[in-house]
């Protein structure tokens, strides 16, 4: 099955510098790779995916990039803010015509951004 | 428009009791999931559901059994409670009008004792 390793635990960074998270996964088959935000208490919720027909994809503040050749992935804050602390989650499956299959989540990576 | 919505939101049982945690969806969403997370641990997903009548085992099934005889409903059923069990448990669906991303429910924060 799939394997998705997930760096940095913990990420401490001051406000208004950037942050960068990074993943690997080990089945080549994986083509939809969502991040998700979880706040403390809080559910996941989903802040921005690829799929492995494009190798970035950037939505405001935040971009992910996909090296498939590698198998990983990482997501970039830039500017960040003091709401961009949270547990970060990478993930990986397959995605099909109905939705995504079972994703395998990484470990997470709690964001500190200091004042 | 609810999304995904989870009952109960806590819940402690004593070991060998038996329980089923709720979920149902309203976005006619095909494909349902339960995971689990644990400390330091992410999400390990349970059992998933691709569309009624479906359903499939994930990384730790064991000790779970699950349902899907509506489109909306999924239900977690826990036969023999165990302290191994102890954890929040996190239902999503995800389908095509939502860029096949997950929607998350509120979470059930279970304890065993």
């Known amino acids: 099955g799939e394997n998705v390793e997930q760096h940095p635990s913990t990420l401490s960074v001051q406000e208004g510098d950037s942050a960068v998270i990074k993943c690997t996964y080990s089945?080549?088959?994986?083509?939809?790779f969502p991040w998700y935000k979880q706040e403390l208490g809080k559910r996941p919720q989903l802040i921005i995916d690829i799929r492995s027909n494009v190798g970035e994809k950037k939505d405001q503040r935040i971009a992910v990039t996909l090296n498939k050749t590698a198998k990983h992935f990482s997501l970039h804050i830039t500017e960040t803010q003091p709401e961009d602390s949270a547990v970060y989650f990478c993930a990986a499956g397959l995605h099909s015509g109905g939705g995504a299959d079972g994703l395998t989540f990484g470990k997470g990576t709690h964001l500190i951004i200091q004042p | 428009n609810a999304g995904v919505t989870q009952t109960p939101k806590f819940r402690i049982l004593k070991i060998g009791q038996s329980m089923t945690l709720q979920c149902a969806q309203d976005m006619n969403h095909n494909y349902m999931y339960w995971y689990r997370q644990d400390p330091g641990m992410g999400l390990k997903l349970i059992y998933y559901s691709v569309g009624a009548g479906i359903t499939d085992k994930g990384e730790v099934p064991n000790g779970y059994n699950v349902s899907r005889s509506t489109t909306e409903d999924f239900p977690l059923r826990l036969e023999l409670a165990a302290p191994s069990q102890t954890s929040v448990y996190f239902c999503a669906s995800s389908g095509m009008g939502q860029g096949y991303g997950y929607t998350f429910g509120s979470g059930t924060r279970l304890t065993v004792v």
């Open positions: 089945d080549s088959a994986s083509n939809y």
